[in-house]
């Protein structure tokens, strides 16, 4: 039997994660270089991804940034391609790259369509980054993983993939109402349905796919918000932006190497109620 630390380290191995330059996927390579892993930051954003590359090469880590467009199935090959260039290998994909119609002080007063008058256009893109890029992801990474028998994909879902959105803790006083919108919760619960497919389809061939659905992260929200939704969960606050990578590493590495098809809710307790 195995030391519990080397289960959980990654030395030796190879992740890509898309979304690199988000606020949890920072988070991601951090947590995947500092376990070991050679990480490949992807990023439609290469300026933002080529920063992250650098905070972390300058910590003695192993990253390399790229440049994807996860529409795109070229973009999204030639993703793969850097990573087998640079080891020859790819055992781990952590697919983090969506729309997020996020809350925080950048996008106030974005959010004010009904669904009623929600343009197909907007719901299209979102159909196009959260699901059809992420198909996409999954597809170029397992052509590699079957070859070689064996990887890890982790699909990154949210509280809004397992129960609706409360539209209440949007609201704000003496202000027109604003809206999580409608592709959200449908492209994550998308996700959840990707995942076990996966799952199911690679019986057999050491290929195992979970996914992590995260509570709300905290990122400078005002404090009407901040409260609204700290009011909603178990533990009665947001997430910190690191409390995710504990539940990333451990279904990266071995510690999770009998589970596959899963969830991993990291919430607060929101979808415990």
């Known amino acids: 039997m195995s ?33 070991g892993a050679m990480v490949v930051a992807a990023d439609i954003n290469l300026p933002a991804a080529e920063i992250v590359e650098q905070n972390l090469i300058s910590n003695g880590y192993r990253v390399k940034a790229v440049q994807v467009d996860v529409t795109l ?13 640079l080891t020859g290998k790819l055992d781990v ?30 719901w299209r893109q979102a159909l196009d980054v959260n699901l059809t890029g992420m198909f996409l992801s999954c597809q170029a990474a397992a ?10 994909i982790i699909n990154i879902c949210s509280t809004y993939g397992l129960v609706g959105p409360d539209q209440r803790i949007y609201l704000r006083p ?14 994550k619960a998308g996700v959840l349905g990707l995942t076990r497919y996966l799952a ?8 195992r796919a979970n996914s992590i659905t995260p509570g709300g992260i905290y990122n400078q929200h005002d404090e009407v ?49």
Not at 5 to 31: M, N
Not at 73 to 85: H, I, W, Y
Request: charged share 20%; aromatic share 12%.
């Open 73 to 85: 199935p070229e973009s999204v090959s030639e993703m793969v391609n850097v990573a087998l260039r």
């Open 174 to 187: 003496n202000q027109p109402p604003q809206y999580k919108p409608v592709y959200y919760s449908v492209t």
């Open 200 to 207: 199911t389809y690679f019986y057999g061939k050491n290929i």
């Open 143 to 152: 052509r590699i993983m079957l070859a070689q028998n064996s990887g890890s």
């Open 93 to 122: 994909l952590v697919n983090s790259a969506a729309m997020d119609p996020k809350f925080d002080p950048q996008n106030t007063g974005r959010h004010a369509n009904t669904f009623e008058d929600y343009p197909v256009e907007s």
């Open 225 to 273: 918000f901040t409260a609204n939704y700290s009011a909603r969960t178990v533990l009665g606050r947001m997430a910190n932006r690191d409390e995710m990578n504990g539940a990333l590493l451990f279904l990266a590495s071995d510690a999770s190497s009998y589970m596959t098809g899963s969830n991993v809710v990291v919430d607060g307790g929101w979808t415990a109620w």
């Open 3 to 35: 030391d519990i630390f080397e289960k959980f380290s990654l030395k030796g191995r190879t992740a890509i994660v898309t979304g690199a330059a988000g606020l949890l996927g920072k988070e991601f390579c951090r947590t995947l270089a500092q376990a």
